[in-house]
């Protein structure tokens, strides 16, 4: 089944102690991209990758580091988690450059900061 | 960055009724997209119309896009229950293959039986 996966669905974790959220695609898809959202404020941006080693910033970016090393994962990290990236975030994935696509939307992971 | 804006907020219609709702936007865009969340859960794409594009039908949902007026619209006809949602709409401003989509703070539709 064609899917965007995300691990874990569920995270409390206290302010500064790093963590990881991972996600993975399995429809050998080009774009990757990772989104928050907030109550009042919608989803916002955080980083997307157009292809493996291609990174960039999206609208909300400080406070989390990215990498995609692999063509399928893209795992997003916070090195020094605070109370306000408590959230819901959302991986994405969408096929090809060049054209637009629709993206394809992991799960979600809740994380808690406290 | 450009940003959606959804209208109505929320909007609460009995079983059957049609459901519409709105998005307007600022700047100019390649593309719009409309996306649908069930209650925490991840967004499903519903309906992508270019901007050389007026009109798109898929199924039972119905969008429009008017690029001088900067507005879309998504209408639900008969809806049902199971269209109890929340509604996003995401715009990709050019040019062609920038590959970021701004996503709206959605409107809330709840369906009663």
């Known amino acids: 089944e064609a899917q965007v996966t995300q691990n874990p669905r569920y995270l409390i974790t206290v302010t500064g102690k790093k963590l990881t959220v991972t996600c993975s695609q399995n429809?050998?898809?080009?774009?990757m991209s990772w989104y928050r959202q907030d109550p009042g404020l919608g989803l916002r941006q955080i980083y997307y990758s157009m292809n493996v080693e291609a990174t960039d910033k999206g609208d909300v970016p400080e406070g989390y580091k990215v990498s995609r090393k692999e063509k399928r994962n893209f795992p997003l990290i916070l090195e020094s988690p605070s109370p306000n990236q408590t959230s819901l975030y959302f991986c994405?994935?969408?096929?090809?450059?060049?054209?637009?696509?629709?993206?394809?939307f992991g799960p979600g992971t809740r994380l808690t900061v406290t | 960055s450009q940003q959606g804006e959804e209208d109505p907020q929320a909007l609460s219609i009995q079983e059957g009724e049609n459901a519409t709702m709105n998005c307007s936007y600022k700047?100019?865009?390649?593309?719009l997209q409309w996306y649908r969340q069930n209650s925490g859960r991840g967004l499903v794409h519903l309906i992508l119309?270019?901007?050389?594009?007026r009109e798109k039908h898929s199924g039972r949902l119905r969008v429009t896009l008017d690029t001088s007026k900067k507005s879309s619209s998504l209408l639900i006809t008969a809806s049902r229950a199971a269209d109890t949602a929340s509604y996003f709409c995401?715009?990709?401003?050019?040019?062609?293959?920038?590959?970021?989509?701004?996503f709206g703070k959605g409107t809330m539709l709840l369906v009663s039986p």
């Open positions: 995401a715009t990709e401003p050019p040019p062609e293959g920038y590959s970021t989509l701004t």
């Open positions: 119309i270019r901007s050389n594009e």
């Open positions: 429809m050998n898809h080009e774009y």
């Open positions: 994405a994935s969408s096929p090809g450059q060049g054209r637009s696509y629709e993206q394809y």
């Open positions: 700047t100019s865009i390649n593309n």
